[in-house]
């Protein structure tokens, strides 16, 4: 009999307090049903957008999990039983399944997949060629419609998603400016990924600085809402396009937050706004793959890997994410070597 530890949602969280509405609790593993797939966890992926599977909020994109729910995010690691003979034992695989050493996923609802075991770290499935990856290609070069030679603005730029849209952005041509916190991620986001311009929102005037861009930005890879969103659309050029992507400045809120205070720059600038987000296109995953494969092989995308040890420490991964004090994709690495087989 195998048991498992898991994080559960016992409540919903104020703000940030995850400690009292979280707990790691034990079972004896159940017998798998058909079809189903059960992963022993390598890594899990700390993602922003589970925030919002937290609160009681109805009117998200995707209904919140229920009170006493395992709590739900990406899994990396192999298969240690199966009742599908898509998902081999032992298969490198990545799914949607639960913050547990052991994630049981029934794997069309889960979106798992085999995954390339040739990569030389495959963290990097969590990261220059997973899901963030996906989100911010689609993002900067569907959604934003992006043009060699335009600006392109990216907010939490020294994120996980947003270090990948500077980067996409970067080698489609485009001129990009990245908004970040602290004067440590903006060297980050010009020495290190290349950035034309680099804006402390912490510390600088951001809607002053975009005013610098002579005809405005054309493009705004929207990780945040709130504030940042009010100081890029006066700084728009005119038939520019915002790709939202993410609404961290709301996701510890139960209520929706009033509108943009300046949205009558979007009819003022003729401004197209475009929501989008990962299930959109997960059935398109092998379709990106060459392209970020092939620029990670020339070493122009990359992303940072910010790894706590240990199923136990989760939730200060998870605050090191959501509150900004981690640079690049954090990942909480669970136990085993996932590197060879079990």
Request: proline share 5%; hydrophobic share 45%.
């Amino acid at each position: 009999m195998t048991v498992n530890r898991f994080w559960r949602l016992d409540r919903h969280p104020h703000g940030s307090d995850f400690a009292a509405a979280l707990s790691l609790q034990t079972e004896t593993l159940a017998p798998l049903a058909e079809g189903e797939v059960r992963v022993k966890t390598g890594w899990l992926s700390m993602d922003a957008g589970t925030r919002m599977w937290m609160s009681p909020r109805t009117d998200g994109y995707q209904p919140p999990l229920p009170l006493g729910s395992k709590m739900a995010g990406l899994v990396l690691g192999r298969v240690s039983e199966t009742r599908d003979p898509a998902f081999p034992e032992g298969a490198l695989v990545r799914g949607f399944g639960q913050w547990a050493d052991y994630a049981t996923m029934a794997p069309g609802l889960a979106g798992l997949e085999v995954v390339d075991e040739s990569v030389a770290d495959i963290r990097q499935h969590f990261g220059a060629l997973g899901m963030n990856a996906w989100t911010a290609y689609v993002g900067v070069k569907e959604v934003s419609a992006i043009k060699a030679g335009e600006w392109l603005v990216v907010s939490a730029a020294a994120g996980a998603t947003g270090s990948l849209a500077c980067q996409v952005g970067r080698n489609l041509g485009a001129r990009v400016i990245g908004i970040a916190g602290g004067p440590d991620k903006c060297r980050y986001l010009t020495e290190t990924l290349g950035v034309d311009m680099a804006i402390d929102y912490k510390n600088e005037d951001v809607a002053a600085r975009l005013a610098e861009v002579d005809g405005g930005v054309h493009a705004y890879f929207d990780n945040v809402g709130g504030p940042l969103l009010d100081a890029v659309l006066p700084n728009m050029a005119h038939y520019g396009r915002v790709a939202v992507c993410g609404m961290v400045a709301a996701y510890d809120n139960d209520a929706p937050l009033p509108g943009p205070a300046r949205f009558d720059q979007v009819l003022m600038r003729r401004l197209r706004i475009e929501g989008f987000f990962i299930p959109d296109f997960l059935h398109r995953g092998a379709e990106f793959l060459p392209t970020l494969r092939q620029w990670v092989d020339e070493g122009r995308l990359a992303v940072n890997l910010d790894e706590t040890e240990g199923l136990e420490n989760t939730l200060v991964a998870y605050d090191r994410m959501l509150s900004g004090k981690a640079v690049g994709k954090v990942i909480v690495r669970v136990g085993g070597d996932v590197s060879c087989q079990l």
